[in-house]
């Protein structure tokens, strides 16, 4: 048994903290600034701080293996590295280790045609474009993958794409240019996980709206902004099927296991922040007399803050583990677990860390009100909680009773 | 025993109930779409409302007894009506019983001279004037009053204000043309509450700077929002003294009470109706095959939404009666618990309902998102919860140890 | 709005609380001594307290109007004065309104003939008797009284019994003269509801066993204890059946109403004993060089007992109020949100308290460990808290969504 | 990183497992059944197993190192075999590894003379005699040592001693021989921590007085139970003093890490062993027309349980694991989380395992009540939750605020 990182993680770690100290949190101002100015463009600072990242090495790390950019780390140990990247919301891009383009580019390494990889995968390892994932729709429960609407009809050398999305999570950004569309291309298939296709749109086909941002808890998450989008017969070549026709489901599935973990990687680096600031919050106000940090209820509430998150980090880490050593598929139990958890937790983390600032933890002054609005929104990314709740408590009823 | 409102509240209660149906719900998107033209005036649609509400007699309905335009109504009578107010998030004002000019008229009818009434009172209660309340600073805990540090020096006939306030709710508002300043007056008198003042700086003065807004959980609550401000040698006449110097402290216990529960009684709308919203939408999805509405966790937490919202509305009914049959100072334990209460049990019904909506319940398109920060700055508005649980704590045990 | 009690009420809280104080307090350690004797028998002293009660019109109060030895109290008025009760686990009995009896009295009052008024109600509301009630079953989830299993066939002028039961509360007394015993006369109606009856099963029928007391969280409950019995061919005249065949269910839904609530009434004094044991702790500990009540997070935590405490009172007596307008049936809603919050925030008050004793609040020196099985077991008596849950939440859903 | 045990200790898991299967969960009720004839006598059975245990060399695995017994584990090698002796309440004492007979033999392994080694560690570690620690009294807030009373004054050769403890865990047991006693031998030193001593007082010496045994929520624990003591005048000779005169305190900090962790391991196994049988009921029981394990809000409870029991695993191991590499004093923060978590967590599940068993699960038929007894003892045994959060609490914000 063995907790610690390896040496060539706690040299990365290393590198990544001081990284965040000389360019990334001395930059966090400027950014709200450039991004105010034109909200869905990347701003000039964050091309800039990709540059620098790259230089040093810190590149795609979250890629598993050798292959496609890939720098041979393991999942878990990207773990501690995407903790820190969490630290600011918009950091994990200056890695090109963001969501949804890591999950995106896992798809095209994984289920890609080589066209695919060289067209797609290629510009989006070197950060030179952004990607999008179009799975949810406005008018249905998207978490069962079986109520897609949108239509994807096969038309000669074409698909023509019919239908609506929302919580296309990066496509306001302009960078923005490759969608991975999820639809049905055969509706009356009576295997109804073989209804699903999803095909490549590129941003100007005609037909495409980008209807709208849509906001989370009030916030915009400028450059990359979650889109509503409208697909009136938008044609698309045959070529730009992933996989194979009926195959969605698959992917889908396939997809989901590594975003959902880097999610739960990010939240715990949200929270262990808002824990630092909470405590040199603490220790600096005084009120009815005494520092707060000498309460009593304050040291109560800071403990049970630093528990919380050392759970999450180690059931993060244990499903990490666990898709390294038996794959991502059978890690799922634990995956669960850890996108049940780490959110909801890191919730409660965060919100005990504003309350203890008082009013102005609500505001854009502090990271707080931001790193809220992640934790809560992860709760239904990939699902409401309680669709995973609902597998795990299947799985652990059949492992139990047996 | 008697759990019914009177014959009148409840003509009162239906009255509103059409009120909403046919003049404010209808006009949600108008109003957003008017702010977003203009952030910081009051919008064409809330003019023409607050005229309409006034025409019926549904006007400052929250006053106390029957002077200064109060209509004869108990606490206990109005926390069904704020209660329907508070359902949507500026239908409050139409009919001029929103905060914080609720509370800042109780001050100028309570402690206010004939000529700062006549001058301030007579068009706040014509709802002509909107008005704010400066009392928490951004560099103290302001929740003891005792560590506040903005300075009211006298000189000659005037009093020169210098420091800084933040989270002056309603300030933003062009129309708010006075503000309620809490400052020292005698920082080294001995008793520790006989140093504040509070004294009325009308929102001309040279020297008053309204800084920015500051946003709450991502919402600016346009077009009232919440204001920082800087007092650079601001001078005021003395007859601007509320009450007299050194009784700022006083004013503020005085002024507390009802604010406090009134802003329960609003959350108890907001979480009604998100669990009428969340009702409806799980009656309306199908997910695995089933209606939400017919799965067993979702009833569950429907039973559990319902049931703290009737707590809470109980809790603060039995506050509102209490400050009625004893007065707000002798009522200060009730109203305690439902500050303590209401605002957190009203956050997690309406994070429940968030969830039953999926992501679509984080966007503005529904108004779950915006109610949650309503609640959750509620935990944090007249001092965090601790501070109350803190005072009530020390009451209780002093009243049963005894 | 009134929360008051009448003033007839007031006087009998007086009343009340003067005779717990004077005989019932002062005589726990005698009762605990008595029935360490004798386990299974009524203790001398509770034969002798009794009588006290009954010669000073302590009686019967939970028994509605006037018929049938009722005071004429309605539910709300009973409230205030079953919280007394139930500050001691074994008062409600000295003033002759414990469980099960209180719901079995209702039940021959309701559903009786005149014969088995005279021959069971008289004696029971004169307290010279006790009943017991037999629904549960080992062997299935008899929450849901389909499933009830035990048969009730008929055989010329009697029915014969064969079955199982546990959980008989009470039924232990040797004083237990009666049971009221559910099961199935005819399994194969085609409606599931017209299959149940409920019959009269004196204590000496052959046939019939006590097999064992059942102890819930390691406390017996003598004298009444809750037992498990066995039918093996019982006997019983036709004139044994209450009501008429095929209406066990119809019984069951009107028995459980007042049940429930009476229950939560004598938690909500247990809680709030609890909370002054724990206040009267905190004042006199020390602890870390300060008094326990001078800690921050001691006095948080008192603050959330009593408000919780206050809430669930808030809840019942609103519940007790709609039984009394509207009748048991109509108040099924209120009656479940107690029933739902009311166990549960009361065994967290007492959690609380208990950890505020320290080790002894594990021990029976204090009577918090005994309080906290009364609230734990009353989150499965008349059914998990979860079926309550799924009743309600249907019930809301479908009122707030059409 | 490897969160996978060594494959010596995976060998020693499928060895304990299968020695429980076969020895253990067969005679359960059969110690029941022993220990009622002799409640404060080791029951035959136990003696027989623990033959049986020595046999196949699972004895002492938990004292770390070789020496004393040590079979070489470290504490993270000792986890998840404890985690598997708790899921029989009495099972850890079959191989000789229960508390407090474990913090005992570590207390002599690091403190004792050569001569208290050889007359008590030696028996102790063959399992022939059973040992007490006697600290906590009845009087005061026991958690803070410096609070402790009792007497220890020199005398001569001798030591006197007078004073009250109670919670001495195992000592009702007639087979505890020895006794260590804190007390203050110096009660006036300036340096508060200097104060206290801690002697070994044997059972049969004149004077002390075993009171009686005290019951957690209603559970006696026999044979070992928790016993109150009385010291009159015990006079022992000057040889029983531990360490020297003053080091009373040192020896308590020295001792409670590895007691903390191992309840953590223990309530760890009972809670999944309540998560079994919870999957196994819900499996097998249909209420309102389907299998409860079919029913959403129990797959969302069972996942919920599944995933605090695997976050409370891991936090644990993390503990053992930072205890092994840095010593038990660097450890303490860990330490701390697992003692504030795992017992408070480890409660919740086994309650929801008691609600999904129905009444039954409230009675000594199953395991689970004594086990929620267990895990709720925990959050006492060693100071109170508080206590640690207060600790941990304060280390946090020293080190996040620097």
Not at 342 to 368: C, N, R, W
Request: glycine letters at 8%; a neutral charge; proline letters at 5%.
């Amino acid at each position: 048994m063995d907790f610690e990182p390896s040496p060539r993680v706690q040299q990365l770690q290393q590198q990544l903290n001081r990284f965040m100290k000389e360019h990334i949190y001395p930059n966090e101002q400027v950014f709200k600034e450039q991004v105010a100015q034109q909200r869905w463009t990347a701003p000039p600072i964050l091309e800039t701080l990709k540059e620098a990242a790259r230089a040093q090495g810190l590149w795609n790390l979250f890629m598993p293996g050798h292959e496609h950019g890939g720098c041979g780390l393991s999942n878990a140990d990207y773990a501690p590295l995407a903790e820190i990247m969490g630290r600011v919301f918009w950091a994990a891009e200056v890695f090109n280790c963001s969501a949804p383009d890591t999950g995106n580019m896992e798809v095209f390494a994984r289920y890609g045609s080589a066209e695919q990889q060289a067209r797609w995968l290629q510009p989006l390892l070197r950060g030179e474009i952004r990607s999008a994932y179009a799975m949810t729709e406005p008018g249905v429960a998207s978490s069962d993958a079986t109520n897609v609407e949108l239509s994807i009809r096969a038309d000669g050398d074409s698909y023509v794409i019919n239908g609506r999305k929302w919580f296309a999570t990066g496509a306001m950004n302009e960078a923005c240019k490759i969608f991975i569309v999820m639809g049905k291309t055969d509706p009356d298939h009576p295997n109804r996980h073989l209804q699903q296709s999803q095909v490549l749109v590129e941003r100007d086909r005609p037909g495409l709206t980008i209807v709208r941002p849509l906001s989370t808890m009030g916030y915009w998450e400028e450059p990359s902004g979650h889109a509503e989008l409208r697909f009136d017969n938008v044609r698309i070549p045959k070529s730009n099927m992933l996989l194979g026709e009926g195959r969605g489901f698959e992917i889908a599935q396939g997809r989901l296991g590594p975003g959902r973990i880097h999610h739960c990687m990010r939240v715990i680096g949200a929270a262990q922040r808002a824990l630092e600031l909470a405590c040199q919050r603490v220790n600096s106000r005084v009120a009815f007399g005494k520092k707060l940090s000498e309460q009593g209820s304050v040291r109560e509430s800071v403990a049970l803050m630093a528990s919380k998150i050392e759970m999450c980090r180690l059931l993060t880490l244990r499903a990490a583990d666990k898709m390294d050593r038996v794959g991502n598929k059978q890690a799922m139990d634990l995956i669960a677990m850890a996108k049940i958890m780490v959110p909801q937790l890191g919730s409660e983390v965060i919100d005990m860390a504003i309350q203890m600032h008082g009013a102005g933890g609500l505001t854009k002054d502090y990271f707080l009100a931001e790193a809220f609005n992640y934790a809560r929104w992860c709760r239904l990314a990939d699902g409401p909680d309680q669709v995973h709740m609902m597998a795990l408590g299947k799985q652990v009823i059949r492992e139990l009773s047996a």
